[in-house]
C-alpha cells in the first residue's frame, strides 16, 4: 500500500505529494548539465530554468545563469 504526505495550504487546500523512492539510483532521474556553471539539473525540477534555442533546448539552475545565457549564448553553447 502506497502512502502520501499531505501539505495543508493557507487558503485551506490540501495537496499530495508521492513519497520520494527510497533507492535514488532506481528512480530512473535524469541528470543534464547547464551551460553557464556546469552544475548537474533537474529537468523534471519544478525550479529548473529552461530556454529554447536554435532549435535546443538547454536547462538552468538559475534564472542568473539563464540570462547569462541569454545575454551571450554562442559563448556558452562552444564551450559545451
Known sequence: MSMRT???LDEGRVIF???EPDNKESSNQVQVTD???GMDVDPN???AELLD???TRYY???RDCKDKFERDPEK???AI
Open 76 to 78: 556558452f553553447i562552444t
Open 17 to 19: 505529494r508521492e513519497p
Open 60 to 62: 538552468f539552475c538559475s
Open 53 to 55: 534555442h536554435g532549435g
Open 35 to 37: 551551460p553557464v556553471c
Open 45 to 47: 525540477s519544478h525550479s
Open 6 to 8: 499531505t501539505d495543508t
